[in-house]
């Protein structure tokens, strides 16, 4: 079974708008932490924010917020007033086990996100 | 603070050569991790590496593939023998000994060619 499923392969979003993509996960370790990571035309892999599966709260990082939906193991990445620059490659990520940091990633397959101006 | 640094980053090999790629770690980050993409996919985890130890190489293939991270000097993944199957982009990415939860950084890649 995959670990991290993102089913959107690609989604076209006018500037300005929200913008969702989806991340479904799947672990037994009660002990995981979620990434989410942009990967702009120019190939590197740029971190954009981070849930741990203790956190309370939903995590949220300027215009980037994480829609964390733990009992339907759901981690989406919601963009708020997207933007041209947003237009990138995007990884949801799984880490499982609690020695924090020093754990394999674990990568979905990606969405390619176009912005239309 | 200099980041993670990989180099090269656009390598070209026949079919049949070496391949060597270096990863710096980012300052003070003792613990070294390798991942292959491949065209058009996401990221795969190869090998996880401290200062002169192997901790996980469950993603590594059987054969060709190895890496090290030596007590000076960077971490060296080396491909024997290329095929063009190999042709992917290669990320290393670091974290330090005590990490918080999301420390894990990239390098930004290196793209082997296989011709």
């Known amino acids: 079974a995959q670990k991290i499923t993102q089913t959107q392969p690609g989604m076209f979003v006018q500037e300005k708008e929200a913008v969702t993509l989806d991340c479904t996960y799947d672990t037994s370790d009660p002990s995981y932490g979620l990434f989410w990571y942009k990967q702009p035309s120019s190939g590197e892999m740029i971190f954009l924010i981070y849930?741990?599966?203790?956190?309370?709260q939903n995590a949220t990082e300027g215009r980037y917020s994480l829609n964390f939906q733990k009992a339907r193991k759901s981690a989406n990445l919601v963009i708020s007033a997207s933007q041209l620059g947003d237009s990138a490659m995007y990884f949801c990520a799984m880490r499982e086990g609690s020695n924090f940091g020093n754990e394999k990633l674990t990568f979905g397959t990606g969405t390619r996100l176009t912005i239309i101006p | 603070n200099a980041g993670v640094m990989q180099n090269p980053r656009h390598l070209v090999r026949r079919r049949g050569q070496e391949a060597r790629l270096r990863c710096s770690p980012m300052k003070g980050h003792s613990h070294v991790y390798w991942y292959r993409q491949l065209p058009e996919e996401g990221l795969k985890f190869m090998v996880y590496?401290?200062?002169?130890?192997?901790?996980?190489e469950s993603g590594m293939p059987k054969e060709r593939f190895s890496a090290e991270f030596p007590k000076e000097g960077p971490s060296i993944l080396r491909i024997q023998q290329v095929v063009r199957g190999d042709s992917a982009a290669y990320f290393c990415a670091s974290s330090p000994l005590q990490a918080v939860a999301y420390e894990q950084y990239f390098g930004p890649g290196t793209r082997l060619t296989v011709t």
């Open positions: 590496l401290q200062k002169e130890n192997i901790i996980d």
């Open positions: 849930q741990g599966s203790y956190d309370q």
